[in-house]
């Protein structure tokens, strides 16, 4: 992410990341040193590099879930995310991650 942004030169103001697994986002917001060296190793990295509260959680991963072409509704909403993506970012919905000192992890 650094990398990509020092490259091209470009000012981010605000940057969320967004995954469909609630594991993951479990990962990222947890200090469990359980996790396998593999994912330990991962979600470290995430950690050092990005802050839990820029990870959302988004559902809207419909392709993996088989959606029916046909269904008009759920393709509109896969292309268009989920609504709070529309909202200022103050107004996006606060979940438990983003309640959790952020200083307090070291993987």
Not at 17 to 34: G, P, Y
Not at 36 to 45: P, Q
Not at 67 to 95: C, M, N
């Amino acid at each position: 992410m650094k990398t990509v942004v020092t490259e091209l030169n470009i000012y981010l103001r605000d940057v969320t990341f967004h995954t469909d697994s609630e594991t993951v986002l479990k990962w990222i917001q947890s200090m469990n040193r359980k996790l396998s060296v593999f994912v330990r190793n991962c979600i470290g990295k995430i950690r050092r590099e990005t802050a839990v509260n820029q990870w959302y959680h988004n559902p809207a991963d419909f392709c993996s879930r088989g959606i029916d072409p046909t269904d008009v509704e759920t393709v509109t909403a896969f292309h268009r995310g989920p609504d709070y993506l529309q909202l200022r970012l103050e107004d996006w919905p606060k979940s438990d991650q983003h309640l959790e000192d952020e200083d307090e992890t070291e993987l």
